[in-house]
C-alpha cells in the first residue's frame, strides 16, 4: 500500500509553533518533522507535554488562531501548503481529507442528540444526496455498532460503544487520514484491543492513511509501520517500526523501551527516565534531553544535533552520542543541520 516514492499525503517540515499566554510564551513544537504517504500508519510517541497532540492539532487546524503562531517550518497536505490556512479553508479539508478521534468521545458528542442524528450531520453536504439514512446503515456496519444504537443517546452507551461512533463520524466524509491521539487511553485493555483492532482493519479496507500518537510505544509499534520519537517539541527518531524497535538509536527512545514495562508515574512522565521534560517556555541551548541523558558530552550542552540517517531504510537521529558511537555516519551528505 506503501511505497517510499508516493507522493507525501503529509509533509511537515521544521515546525516552529508557539503559543501566546499572558505571562509566557509557550514553545510547543520546536523543530518537528513527520510526513505521512498515503495509505500509511504512522505512530507518534513521546511523554506527557513533548507537543504530540499541538502537532496533530497543526495539521488539523484545530489550534485557537488567536494564541497560537507557526513561527517557521510548513505543513503541506495532498501537495497544498495549509501552513497560513484560514478556518474557513480548514473547515472544507476536515470536511474532505482529514479526520480525526480523539481520547474522550464524551466531550465531541452531543449530549441531547441521537446517535443517528450526530452521524448524519458528519456525513459532508455533497455526500447527503445518496441517501442518508442507507450511510448512516453502512457507517454503523464499518464500526461494528449495533443497528440498536442508531436511537441511543451517547450516555446509554459504553465507552468503547462511544468511541465507535466518534470513529464513524470520523468516517463519514470519506478521509484519506485519520489522526487518532490517544484514541484508547481512556478504555480498558479488552476495550482498547478491540479498539485497534477495528482501526487495523478499516485502514486496510479503506485503504486510509493514520496517524496514531500515543504515549504506549507497544501499541504503536503493533498498529503502526513507521514511527516518529517526540521530545521537547521535536522528533528526535523516526524510521520504520521494525528498525526502530530492533536498534533504536536516540537515548530517549531506548529509555522509552527500558521504561514500556515500568509504571507510568501520575503526572505522566515515564518512571525509568529520570528527570523531567525541560519548561517549554524557556529557550534551550543544544540537545534538549541532555539534561536526562546517561550519554551526555559537553557538545550537547552548545550545539544542537544534527539530523542523520542510520542504514539504508529511512531511519533518521538526532543526537550526538549516537553519531560519535559509530552508529551513524560522521559527516557528509546525508547529514543536515536541525
Ligand atoms: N492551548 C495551549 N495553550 C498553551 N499551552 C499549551 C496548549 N496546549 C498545549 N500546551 C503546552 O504545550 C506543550 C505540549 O503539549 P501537548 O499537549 O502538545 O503535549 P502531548 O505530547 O500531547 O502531551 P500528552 O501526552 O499529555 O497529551 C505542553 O507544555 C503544554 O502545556
Ligand atoms: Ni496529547
Known sequence: MTSPQAKPLVEISDL???YTMQRATIQASRGASLT???GEAVGLVGESGSGKSTLARALLGLNDPKSTRIDSGSIFVDGTDVTRFGERDWRVLRGSSL??????????????????????????????AEGVSERVDDLLRLVKLPQAARR????????????????????????????????TTALDVTTQAEIMD????????????????????????KACERIYVMYAGRTVEWGPGSSILKTPAHPYTKGLFDSARALRLPNGLFATIGGD?????????????????????????????ATQVLGQ???????WAAQDSGIAPAQGNDVKNA
Not at 493514520?210 to 504506549?216: A, F, G, N, Q
Open 198 to 221: 477495528l482501526l487495523g482493519e478499516l485502514r486496510q479496507r479503506l485503504g486510509m492513511a493514520m496517524l496514531l500518537i500515543s504515549h504506549d510505544l507497544g501499541l504503536v509499534s
Open 16 to 18: 516552529h509553533l508557539s
Open 36 to 38: 505521512i504517504a498515503p
Open 152 to 183: 441511543s443517546y451517547p450516555h446509554e452507551l459504553s465507552g468503547g460503544m462511544r468511541q465507535r461512533v466518534l470513529l464513524a463520524m470520523a468516517l463519514a466524509s470519506k478521509p484519506k487520514l485519520l489522526v487518532a491521539d490517544e484514541p
Open 99 to 128: 479526520s480525526m478521534v480523539f481520547q474522550d468521545p464524551l466531550s465531541f458528542l452531543n449530549p441531547v442528540m441521537r446517535i443517528d442524528r450526530q452521524i448524519v450531520e458528519a456525513i459532508p453536504k455533497s455526500m447527503r
Open 277 to 305: 521534560v525541560p519548561n517549554l517556555a524557556h529557550k534551550i541551548e543544544g540537545c534538549p534531553f541532555r539534561m536526562r541523558c546517561p550519554l551526555a558530552m559537553p557538545k550537547c550542552t552548545t550545539m544542537s544535533p
Open 313 to 319: 531504510d529511512g531511519h533518521w537521529v538526532r543526537c
